[in-house]
């Protein structure tokens, strides 16, 4: 079922766990992913970064195959389809695609320009009953060519922005997407635990989920994160499960490749990525 993100991460909160948001990139992932969350009972939230959303031809390719794959599929988890990180065009253009939720990434513009955006995006959600994400603090590392210098965001910028209504916050504590440097400080309890307090209820969301140790993943649900992205871990998990494929020459001969088969092998590590995922951010069973 698509579903807006709104009540899978209410019930994340209260239950002290997180809801995965996996990228997807084509049908294989799509389709791992979702098969995936119904196998472990798990509600699950499918991002699309607008060069993935361009990749694939357009949203409303995404959305259509979306919507058809959780049919044909038979897939009865809550399945929200968000926009990851989505500019503010975008965003207008994911709502109009049938996409279930959008993250405006207004974390770029001086906050009050940030605030007017995610004001206005938040009203045209309201009405269509799509969760929306804002961001505050810039994450770190590379997405989609955007650098972000990575920063701890301000408690009180975060108020400001949850007050407006948005269904979920993503807040700088330190995060970086892509892999961690050796020398990466880790989590800022510290700052999570300031903006918590500010923002009471609201589910607050992690980004750069590769790579984050196991014990400061659990104590980032602890105090009050909902929604957990990954992107990075299963794009090198399928890069590698591929390339063993490929290097074993199975297929080298008579007909050459068959497409099909040179991308299982990378669907099935997907699958087994967001299985450990599942399990470790304690949403298996909770569909
Ligand atoms: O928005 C997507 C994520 O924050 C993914 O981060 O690529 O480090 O797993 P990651
Ligand atoms: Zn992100």
């Known amino acids: 079922m698509l579903v807006s993100a709104k009540d899978m991460l209410e019930k994340a909160r209260d239950g ?47 959305s259509a195959m979306v919507k058809a794959m959780i049919e044909e599929l038979n897939i009865t988890v809550p399945v929200a389809l968000h926009l990851d990180h989505g500019s503010y065009d975008g965003s207008y253009k994911c709502i109009e695609a049938g996409f279930s939720s959008i993250m405006f990434d207004g974390s770029h513009y001086p906050i009050a320009e940030n605030v007017e955006k995610t004001t206005e995006l938040v009203k045209v959600c309201a009405e269509k009953g799509i969760s929306i994400e ?7 590392g590379e997405e989609d060519g955007v650098v972000g210098m990575g920063e701890c965001a301000d408690p009180d910028e975060c108020k400001q922005v949850a007050d407006l209504g948005v269904t979920m916050l993503a807040a700088g504590i330190g995060n970086i ?18 903006i918590k307090e500010k923002v009471g209820d609201m589910p607050l969301v992690l980004h750069g989920g590769t790579g984050i140790p196991e014990d400061q993943i659990k104590k980032a649900i602890s105090l009050g994160v909902a929604k957990i992205n990954v992107n990075t871990e299963c794009q090198l998990t399928f890069a590698e499960a591929t390339r063993k494929y490929i290097e ?38 909770k569909a």
């Open 248 to 285: 074993a020459g199975k297929d080298l001969e008579g007909k050459g490749f068959d497409p099909r088969k040179l991308l299982a092998p990378g669907t099935e590590a997907i699958k087994a990525t967001v299985k450990e995922k599942m399990e470790l951010f304690g949403s298996v069973g």
């Open 134 to 140: 804002a961001e505050v603090g810039s994450i770190g």
């Open 16 to 62: 002290k766990y997180a809801v995965g948001q996996f990228n997807i990139n084509n049908l294989e992932w799509t389709k791992a992913v979702l098969q995936t969350a119904e196998e472990l009972k798990s509600p699950v939230i499918l991002g699309v970064s607008e060069g993935a959303g361009k990749y694939m031809t357009g949203y409303k390719t995404v």
């Open 177 to 194: 997407h892509g892999k961690y440097p050796e020398n990466w400080a880790g989590l800022s309890f510290e700052t999570l635990a300031a």
